[in-house]
């Protein structure tokens, strides 16, 4: 592990803050030496898994790892607040780096966000642009190894997009960053100023959109969203993804239907909780509609997915959030943490 701590790459002012819920263990003995070479200090949130996680965690750098046990499971929003509280609590902490339990960062990955953060805070001399809230990476799917697309602002209207490619002659190490509309949670690197100005997640959404809220929260709020090409990670979406051979070809990322719940409650939550433009608003309707008239006709389990999409909309439109109780129509609610938006 000595050789990991004087890794070139490791960033000593970040602490990433990884969410763990059921993971799998050999996924897991691969996570810490990948996370430990480009970080200062790793928070795991364990979300009252069934096997101890306690137990995946590497011999050797213990100073740098610290756990986290909830006795149930908060939610990703909760244990990702509950983490990055404590990672604030850090002196040494200037960034903190959130991260899913299936995330492989890349090598380098963590230094180029950090880059493109504090290039962001110097800019040319004459110009002022917006501050940052974020910088994220470029994504790849470990099952197909295709890059993610993004969202951006097209005319006013969100719209799919990838970024281009570099440039040739373009020297290897330089940090090249683009404003996009939102970024998953997930290799999301935030400067603690952000975080102390903006808080952090909604506890009440649990699952589902909670990202999602947090950028159009900040966009709202005046801040820019940066991903970085060159940073990249392997994440996983979905429990599977099937390709759509008659639109082109494009992804569909299958969930359990209890998901379907949480997708639909939480649009309407946070159509309700934050400030957007229309066409945003007539976007998440739209997907919506989209994910309901696919899933309903070519899903598995449609009745199971239709009773959850009709309970998320009516609990959506009653305000009601918290974790759905298996089997029933109730929620039991999410105690707020120190960095729950007011």
Same mark, same amino acid.
């Given at each position: 592990?000595?050789?990991?701590?004087?890794?070139?790459?490791?960033?000593?002012?970040?602490?990433?803050?990884?969410?763990?819920?059921?993971?799998?263990?050999?996924?897991?003995?691969?996570?810490?030496?990948?996370?430990?070479?480009?970080?200062?200090?790793?928070?795991?949130?364990?979300?009252?898994?069934?096997? @101890?996680?306690?137990?995946? /965690?590497?011999?050797? @750098?213990?100073?740098?790892?610290?756990?986290?046990?909830?006795?149930?499971?908060?939610?990703?929003?909760?244990?990702?607040?509950?983490?990055?509280?404590?990672?604030?609590? +850090?002196?040494?902490?200037?960034?903190?780096?959130?991260?899913?339990?299936?995330?492989?960062?890349?090598?380098?990955?963590?230094?180029?966000?950090?880059?493109?953060?504090?290039?962001?805070?110097?800019?040319?001399?004459?110009?002022?642009?917006?501050?940052?809230?974020?910088?994220?990476?470029?994504?790849?799917?470990?099952?197909?190894?295709?890059?993610?697309?993004?969202?951006?602002? *097209? +005319?006013?209207?969100?719209?799919?997009? #990838?970024?281009?490619?570099?440039?040739?002659?373009?020297?290897?190490?330089?940090? *090249?960053?683009?404003?996009?509309?939102? #970024?998953?949670?997930?290799?999301?690197?935030?400067?603690?100023?952000?975080?102390?100005?903006?808080?952090?997640?909604?506890?009440?959404?649990?699952?589902?959109?909670?990202?999602?809220? +947090?950028? /159009?929260?900040?966009?709202?709020?005046?801040?820019?969203?940066?991903?970085?090409?060159?940073?990249?990670?392997?994440?996983?979406?979905?429990?599977?993804?099937?390709? #759509?051979?008659?639109?082109?070809? *494009?992804?569909?990322?299958?969930?359990?239907?209890?998901?379907?719940?949480?997708?639909?409650?939480?649009?309407?939550?946070?159509?309700?909780?934050?400030?957007?433009?229309?066409?945003?608003?007539?976007?998440?309707?739209?997907?919506?509609?989209?994910?309901?008239?696919?899933?309903?006709?070519?899903?598995?389990? *449609?009745?199971?997915?239709?009773?959850?999409? +009709?309970?998320?909309?009516?609990?959506?439109?009653?305000?009601?959030?918290?974790?759905?109780?298996?089997?029933?129509?109730?929620?039991?609610?999410? @105690?707020?943490?120190? /960095?729950?938006?007011?």
């Amino acid at each position: 592990m000595a050789s990991i701590a004087a890794d070139q790459d490791c960033c000593d002012d970040v602490c990433a803050v990884v969410v763990t819920y059921n993971p799998d263990p050999d996924s897991m003995r691969a996570l810490w030496p990948a996370w430990l070479a480009q970080v200062g200090r790793v928070i795991v949130v364990d979300n009252a898994s069934r096997a @101890g996680v306690g137990l995946w /965690l590497p011999a050797g @750098g213990a100073d740098r790892i610290e756990l986290l046990r909830n006795d149930h499971n908060q939610g990703i929003a909760a244990a990702q607040n509950k983490g990055a509280a404590r990672a604030m609590a +850090w002196g040494a902490c200037r960034f903190v780096l959130f991260a899913d339990q299936d995330s492989l960062p890349a090598p380098q990955m963590v230094r180029r966000l950090r880059d493109a953060l504090l290039q962001a805070d110097r800019p040319p001399a004459g110009r002022q642009p917006a501050p940052v809230a974020a910088a994220g990476p470029h994504s790849v799917d470990q099952r197909t190894g295709e890059a993610s697309m993004l969202i951006v602002d *097209r +005319w006013g209207w969100p719209a799919r997009w #990838l970024p281009p490619q570099r440039p040739p002659g373009a020297p290897p190490d330089a940090v *090249r960053s683009y404003d996009v509309s939102f #970024l998953i949670a997930s290799g999301c690197l935030v400067p603690v100023p952000v975080l102390r100005a903006l808080k952090g997640m909604r506890s009440n959404y649990f699952i589902d959109h909670v990202d999602t809220e +947090w950028c /159009l929260r900040a966009r709202a709020a005046g801040y820019r969203l940066l991903v970085v090409p060159e940073a990249r990670l392997q994440h996983r979406l979905g429990d599977s993804v099937r390709r #759509l051979p008659l639109a082109g070809g *494009r992804k569909v990322f299958y969930h359990a239907p209890l998901r379907d719940y949480y997708m639909f409650r939480n649009t309407l939550l946070m159509l309700r909780d934050v400030r957007m433009p229309i066409a945003w608003r007539l976007h998440f309707v739209i997907r919506l509609l989209q994910f309901a008239g696919y899933f309903l006709t070519l899903g598995d389990r *449609r009745r199971e997915r239709l009773a959850h999409m +009709w309970l998320g909309i009516r609990h959506g439109l009653q305000r009601v959030s918290g974790r759905l109780v298996a089997g029933t129509r109730l929620c039991d609610p999410v @105690g707020a943490t120190e /960095l729950d938006p007011a």
